[in-house]
């Protein structure tokens, strides 16, 4: 299966309707070009340097001012860069939020200075939704519990089975919902214990990290379930260095679908890879010139994205683009 853009779409509640003074086709009979500020979580995964890359590739092919900054995985930083933006005055800021909490106050500054946001990858948790006019990305919800239905199925039965999780970064809206959705299935099959969930923080050195840790506290783990490819890859190092066989002695699940992870599918190192799809700049540019425009848009558009396992991999591997 290739990467989809389609999309699933919510009306826009009337906050999509404003229009931004000054933006393109504001009545003074000149084309103007846009500019779009847009704060990037930082740079902790081979997802997020392809979500990077698809972002700026987009804006420039579609002839779109792009003010880029990477915060380095730190809220801080994205509020000081948000607060940049406004101050330029930007015609669209966006990002993606490193947690989910605490965005209302420099968020109505955006409002109040009349410049939409849009909400790339992850959500944030408010409740006033007016601060944003949309969202564009994957249902973390789902990703979990596609990962756990796949566990579920695989293992027909047997059990009972020892449960790892390698998190992501603590009050991220990935990491939150991935680990329910993923409950949301094997909680409800007593076959499953998780006996050990920490965070890895979305990083390869760290999931080796917290995984030396399981591996030394826990004589019999089963299953690992990492919410991203990087901190499975940096697991399946800690497992293998503590004689075990990744894939065969420990079952792994994972999120992304990154070219490694596929890589280590066909190596029989990760049984299954749920799929979360970073090539959304092409949408993210539509959404910048409709929303200046005052134009209409869905209030949440997600992701098409599939499931692979093993035997998949191997014809999937040469269309990965990430």
């Not at 603590?170 to 214990?193: H, I, L, M």
């Not at 030394?216 to 901190?231: C, E, G, R, W």
């Not at 004689?243 to 990760?270: C, H, L, W, Y």
């Amino acid at each position: 299966m290739g990467l989809g853009a389609a999309a699933l779409a919510v009306p826009l509640a009337a906050c999509g309707e404003k229009k931004k003074p000054g933006a393109s086709g504001s009545g003074d009979g000149k084309s103007k070009t846009l500019t779009f500020g847009f704060a990037q979580v930082g740079s902790e995964s081979g997802w997020r340097t392809a979500n990077t890359t698809s972002v700026k590739d987009s804006a420039a092919k579609a002839g779109i001012t792009l003010k880029f900054s990477d915060a380095q995985q730190k809220q801080e930083n994205q509020i000081s860069a948000i607060r940049t933006f406004i101050s330029q005055k930007v015609d669209v800021i966006g990002f993606s939020p490193v947690v989910e909490t605490g965005w209302d106050t420099v968020l109505k500054e955006a409002k109040d200075a009349g410049i939409p946001v849009i909400l790339s990858d992850r959500a944030v948790d408010s409740k006033d939704e007016s601060l944003y006019v949309t969202f564009i990305g994957s249902d973390f919800v789902k990703e979990g519990e596609r990962a756990g239905q796949w566990l579920v199925d695989d293992t027909k039965g047997d059990g009972p089975f020892n449960v790892v999780v390698l998190e992501g970064t603590t009050g991220s809206a990935p990491a939150n919902d991935r680990a329910e959705g993923f409950k949301n299935v094997v909680g409800k099959d007593s076959r499953f214990k998780i006996i050990a969930s920490q965070t890895g923080d979305f990083t390869r050195a760290k999931g080796k990290e917290v995984m030396e840790s399981f591996l030394k506290s826990h004589k019999d783990i089963d299953v690992l379930f990492a919410h991203n490819d990087d901190m499975a890859i940096g697991a399946i190092q800690a497992i293998e260095e503590a004689g075990k066989k990744p894939g065969t002695d420990i079952r792994i699940v994972s999120i992304d679908g990154i070219k490694e992870a596929f890589q280590a599918m066909v190596d029989g190192k990760i049984n299954c890879v749920v799929e979360c799809n970073p090539l959304i700049g092409p949408q993210i540019m539509d959404l910048v010139k409709k929303v200046a425009a005052g134009e209409k848009v869905e209030r949440r558009i997600e992701s098409e994205e599939g499931v692979f396992t093993q035997d998949q991999a191997k014809a999937e591997l040469p269309n990965r683009k990430y």
